[in-house]
C-alpha cells in the first residue's frame, strides 16, 4: 500500500452553526459537526475490527440495521466492477438488509468467479452470525485490486466486529474503512422543521484518489432517522449523489468499487415524508449539504493534491455540454499540474477547452476568468494577467468559463495534482 492508513491525520472539522462549506448557505434550523462528532441514530449500530488486510489499524467495519431500517444505494458505473458490487446490488434487489460488511486494504476487484465465490462466503459467514439470510448482507470493499480475499482473516473480523457493535461506532468505523485517506470523514447533523420535529443524519465516507464517479475511490454511508418510503429514498439517494459525489474529480478514474447507500431508520416522530410534502425539500436540501461536504473532504483528501477549485462553465447549450466542458479542463494532467506548481494555466486551459467534446464551438466567443482575473478574452490569452493568476490562491478558488453559446450553467471540483499522486498510486488500490 503505497500510503499506510496509519499515517493518515486525524483532521476533524467540528463546527455548529457556521457554513458546512464555503459560500454555502443553511436551511434554517440547520446544524452540523464534524468528524469525529457522528452522533449515534437509534436502529443502527456500528463495529470495527482488524483482519489485518492492512498495515495498521482495523479494517472492517460491520453495520447493523435493525427490522425495518430501510435502504437505497447507487454503484459505480465501471464495467469492471468488482464482484462484491455485483453482489450487493443483486442482494439488495431481492431483500432489504439487515448486514453492511465493509473491508479495507483489498478491493476483491479483478479477481473473478473465485472473487465472487469470496464475497458470498463473507457474506454466507456473517449472516450465519447475525442470524439473517445470505441476501440480507450487503458486501462492500476497496484497497489493492487484483488480490484475493483472505476469506477466514475476514470473516473472523466480521464476526467480532459485529459481537462488538454498538449505536456509538461510527467513528471507529470510520477509520477503519480508510485507505489512502490522510484522515477520515464524517459529519452528524441535525434539521428541525417548521412544525417542530428534528430530523438527524450521520453519514461517514472514505476517497482521496481514483475520484471521477460515474455514480470517486468512493464508499460513502449516510444515515437518517427520517422515515422514508422505498421509492422516495431510492429518488432522494439520487437525486443528491448527482449533485455531489458525481461533481467531483481527482484524476479522472472511475473506480471499480465505488457505491453509496443511504439509509432511513424510520424513527423521527411524525409521517413518512414525500415528494410532495413540505419537509422534502429541506430533507433534500439537508443531504445533499452532507454529500457536497463529503465529497469536498476526498477532495481536501486528494492524492498528491493541494488546493481545490471549482469550475464553473455557462454559457452552454445543455447541461450535458457545460459538464463535459468542465471535466476536460479537470481531467486535464498539464491545467492540474499548472494549478498545483503556480504556473499560469491559462493556454492550457485554452487547449483543454479546445478538445472539449462540444460540436462547433466557436472559441472566438470564450471567456474565462479564475476569480476575479480574466485569463481568456474573445478567445485570446492574456498575458499581462497570467502572472496575477499564479500567484497562491485563496480558499475559495474558482475558474470561470463562459462558452457564449446558450444560458445552462453547471459547476463541478477538482484538485490540483503533483509528484506525490505517483508515490501514492505505484499499487494497485481501488
Known amino acids: 500500500m503505497s500510503r499506510s492508513s496509519g499515517e493518515r491525520t486525524e483532521r476533524g472539522r467540528v463546527s455548529g452553526k457556521g457554513p458546512l462549506l464555503p459560500g454555502a448557505v443553511l436551511p434554517r434550523g440547520f446544524t452540523w459537526r464534524g468528524y469525529p462528532h457522528l452522533a449515534v441514530l437509534p436502529g443502527l449500530r456500528v463495529g470495527s475490527a482488524r483482519a489485518g488486510l492492512k498495515e495498521r489499524g482495523d479494517d472492517v467495519a460491520v453495520l447493523a440495521l435493525e427490522q425495518g431500517v430501510r435502504a437505497a444505494a447507487v454503484f459505480t458505473r465501471n464495467r469492471a466492477a468488482a464482484p462484491p458490487v455485483h453482489l450487493a446490488r443483486a442482494h439488495l ?174 424513527r423521527a416522530a411524525g409521517p413518512s415524508l414525500l415528494p410532495e410534502t ?42 450535458r455540454e457545460c459538464l463535459r466542458t468542465a471535466y476536460t479542463i479537470a481531467c486535464s494532467p498539464l491545467v492540474k499540474v499548472s494549478l498545483q506548481a503556480r504556473v499560469p494555466p491559462a493556454g492550457r486551459i485554452l487547449a483543454a477547452l479546445g478538445r472539449a467534446p462540444l ?13 476575479p482575473l480574466a485569463l481568456i478574452r474573445d478567445g485570446m490569452v492574456l498575458p499581462e494577467q497570467e502572472a496575477a493568476a499564479a500567484r497562491p490562491p485563496g480558499a475559495a478558488d474558482r475558474l470561470l468559463v463562459h462558452l457564449g453559446r446558450g444560458a445552462v450553467r453547471e459547476t463541478i471540483w477538482t484538485t490540483d495534482l503533483n509528484s506525490r499522486y505517483v508515490d501514492f498510486n505505484a499499487g494497485g488500490l481501488s
Open 93 to 266: 434487489a431481492r431483500r432489504q438488509p439487515r448486514l453492511l460488511l465493509i473491508n479495507s486494504g483489498n478491493a476483491n476487484a479483478g479477481t473473478g468467479a473465485g472473487g465472487m465465490e469470496d464475497a458470498f462466503r463473507c457474506c454466507r459467514e456473517l449472516a450465519a452470525c447475525g442470524g439473517v439470510g445470505v441476501q440480507e448482507v450487503l458486501p462492500f470493499s476497496t484497497g489493492f485490486i487484483g488480490r484475493r480475499l483472505p476469506v477466514a482473516r475476514l470473516t473472523a473480523a466480521a464476526t467480532h466486529a459485529l459481537r462488538d457493535a454498538v449505536e456509538q461506532g461510527w467513528a471507529a468505523a470510520a477509520r477503519a474503512i480508510c485507505t489512502t485517506d490522510r484522515f477520515p470523514k464524517g459529519v452528524t447533523a441535525r434539521l428541525r422543521l417548521p412544525d417542530g420535529r428534528v430530523l438527524r443524519f450521520t453519514a461517514m465516507a472514505k476517497g482521496a484518489g481514483m475520484l471521477r464517479p460515474d455514480m470517486a475511490t468512493m464508499l460513502a454511508f449516510i444515515a437518517t432517522d427520517a422515515a422514508l418510503p422505498p421509492r422516495a429514498l431510492r429518488t432522494c439517494l439520487r437525486s443528491v449523489v448527482r449533485q455531489s459525489f458525481n461533481r467531483i474529480s481527482v484524476d479522472g478514474d472511475t473506480s471499480t468499487n465505488d457505491a453509496c447507500v443511504l439509509l432511513s431508520t424510520g
Open 359 to 371: 460540436p462547433a464551438l466557436d472559441i472566438s466567443r470564450v471567456q474565462v476568468h479564475l476569480g
Open 278 to 319: 413540505p419537509e422534502w425539500e429541506l430533507l433534500q436540501q439537508s443531504l445533499l449539504l452532507i454529500c457536497r461536504y463529503l465529497a469536498r473532504e476526498m477532495l481536501r483528501d486528494g492524492e498528491g493534491s493541494s488546493r481545490v477549485l471549482g469550475i464553473t462553465v455557462s454559457g452552454g447549450r445543455s447541461s
